[in-house]
């Protein structure tokens, strides 16, 4: 499960990454680049979520032993 969210962790920030290349700081709340700042949001979102899951299973694990 480690592995699984490591890789979904790394997809999520490649999308931030992507998103943040596509972006167009003199009109960000226009066009694509609101997209873009959508995605970006989204993916953050992604990995913060990603990370409290991983965190609740090491705490699962740890209560278990």
């Known amino acids: 499960m480690k592995i699984f969210t490591t890789i979904l962790i790394f997809l999520a920030a ?3 990454v992507f998103n943040v290349t596509r972006l ?6 226009q066009g694509e680049s609101m ?3 959508i995605g970006v ?5 992604a990995v913060l979520i990603l990370l409290i ?3 609740s299973k090491e705490i ?3 209560m278990n032993e």
């Open 14 to 16: 490649t999308l931030i």
């Open 24 to 29: 167009d700081f003199n009109n960000l709340l």
């Open 60 to 62: 699962e694990k740890r």
């Open 35 to 37: 997209y873009a700042l």
């Open 53 to 55: 899951f991983r965190m």
């Open 41 to 45: 949001a989204a993916s953050f979102c």
